[in-house]
Antibody, heavy 120, light 109 residues
């Protein structure tokens, strides 16, 4: 059974940093692309970043490019999102998503999310 | 402003058929598969339709998807009270980003 368990969210001041983690199980971590998708309170889904199964290819939305870094540790089957220079508008629940396979943009399993609140 | 355009809401009575449209462009829906997600309040989205018209195991066959050109649709046949949720369409875009619709809230009257 595929499971994705996010952690690392919390309250941080504007300009601060957080590192989100997503512990994955139930599939071969390096065989599938993974993504982070966020959802601001009461709003819709917004893609943040994706990484290939190999980890060599990474994509970012314009809203986080240069501030966030996606990475993965195959030995621990864990996905990360390093978030720097956080802004109030980054406040959201962040979901870790496994891709169905064969490319990007087809998330088939989602974690339960971790809440990031950026506020002074 | 979402890249993919969905109506914000729709409604129907139990047993009715409802459809949700999703409009995009040649760089996303026109060139890539469309996926649909169902989300209940306070829970994570769940994959409902992938590759524009495929249902994952466990998804009732009253849910169906279609795509034509730069638009896609999700149909719910035989609407049930437990189908009351928000539905999102999504697709990869040639600009190397994953784009979503703004979501459609389905209300069962």
């Amino acid at each position: 059974e595929v499971q994705l368990l996010e952690s690392g969210g919390g309250l941080v001041q504007p300009g601060g940093s957080l590192r989100l983690s997503c512990a994955a199980s139930g599939f071969t971590f390096s065989n599938f692309a993974k993504s982070w998708v966020r959802q601001a309170p009461g709003k819709g889904l917004e893609w943040v970043s994706s990484i290939s199964g190999s980890g060599f290819t990474r994509y970012y939305s314009d809203s986080v490019k240069g501030r966030f870094t996606i990475s993965g540790d195959d030995s621990k089957s864990t996905l990360f999102l390093q978030m720097n220079s956080l802004r109030v508008e980054d406040t959201a629940k962040y979901y870790c998503v496994k891709d169905l396979g064969g490319g990007y943009g087809s998330g088939d399993y989602w974690g339960q999310g971790t809440l990031v609140t950026v506020s002074s | 402003q979402s890249v993919l355009t969905q109506p914000p809401s729709t409604s129907g009575t139990p047993g009715q058929r409802v459809t949700i449209s999703c409009s995009g462009s040649s760089s996303n829906i026109g060139n890539h598969a469309v996926n649909w997600y169902q989300q209940f309040p306070g829970t994570a989205p769940k994959l409902l339709i992938y590759s524009s018209n495929q249902r994952p195991s466990g998804v009732p066959d009253r849910f169906s998807g279609s795509k034509s050109g730069t638009s896609a649709s999700l149909a719910i046949s035989g609407l049930q009270s437990e189908d009351e949720a928000v539905y999102y369409c999504a697709a990869w875009d040639d600009s190397l980003l994953w784009v979503f619709g703004g979501g459609t809230k389905v209300t069962v009257l």
